[in-house]
């Protein structure tokens, strides 16, 4: 098998072990806190067209505005919100390997992958309603996106500035 196909099966098996520890970690919904009814109320608010508001009614601006649109098309259902979250966490894991495969062994890129896929703050993370697991895929791509990973040879251009500029603005947008 070509080293690049293994690591691409390596990436799908952790993705794999991530989406499943994610549904374990969002099956009773994801665990709530000041910041997420806010994202919620945000995103309700948003479905019914009131705008990008909070649950007071005042302007949404304490927190980013990306996750209460990704979260608008389905407002404060909780199952969208795992859903989201656990699409992120597999995005995470397949994006980290990706990163690390080009830079170690691959062995030590799966160890490494698994170590962060299967900590107990990760999976506690993913299982609440934050904005973290949408950031850190974001970030992921950025960085990716600097190297070869995403764009082709790794050579500077203007294309790849322009790309990763406008990945640092937009995770900007997802968490302050």
């Not at 995403?150 to 406008?166: C, E, I, K, T």
């Amino acid at each position: 098998m070509i080293w690049w196909r293994r690591a691409q099966l390596h990436a799908a098996v952790i993705g794999v072990i991530a989406l499943a520890l994610a549904v374990v970690a969002t099956r009773h919904g994801p665990r709530l806190s000041p910041d997420s009814i806010t994202y919620l109320s945000a995103a309700e608010h948003l479905r019914h067209g009131r705008g990008l508001t909070d649950f007071t009614g005042e302007p949404f601006t304490v927190f980013p505005p990306v996750l209460p649109v990704v979260l608008a098309p389905f407002g404060a259902q909780l199952w969208w919100a795992c859903a989201v979250n656990v699409v992120a966490f597999v995005a995470i894991a397949v994006l980290l390997h990706r990163l690390l495969v080009q830079r170690v062994r691959p062995g030590v890129a799966d160890v490494a992958v698994l170590a962060v896929v299967v900590c107990q703050g990760t999976v506690t993370v993913v299982g609440s309603m934050f904005s973290e697991p949408l950031y850190v895929v974001v970030s992921l791509a950025a960085v990716l996106a600097l190297g070869d990973g995403l764009l082709g040879d790794g050579s500077p251009s203007v294309r790849r500035a322009l790309a990763v500029g406008a990945l640092a603005g937009f995770g900007f947008l997802v968490r302050y």
